[in-house]
């Protein structure tokens, strides 16, 4: 049995809040992570596109996930 260890947890919670920010965009109008770093701003792009990688990652550790 394949446990995921603490990179897999990692994505996984990033891609959540990732989602959540995507959620509040289409249901309120409101981006949290521009609120926080700027619209658009060095730190708003790093974070979208971590949260990006992570869902490339989580997706190519969808077989493992199944199973545990």
């Keep these: ?3 995921l260890n603490a ?3 990692v994505a996984i919670i990033l891609l ?3 989602g959540l920010n995507w ?3 289409g ?3 409101f981006d949290l992570v521009a ?3 700027g619209d658009m701003s060095v730190l708003s792009r ?3 596109a971590v949260v990006g990688v992570c869902a490339v990652y989580v997706l190519a550790i969808s077989v493992k996930l199944r199973k545990s």
């Design 1 to 3: 049995m394949n446990k």
């Design 7 to 9: 990179i897999d947890w």
């Design 16 to 18: 959540a809040v990732g």
């Design 23 to 25: 959620g509040l965009v």
């Design 27 to 29: 249901i309120l109008n």
């Design 35 to 37: 609120t926080i770093f």
């Design 46 to 48: 790093i974070v979208y």
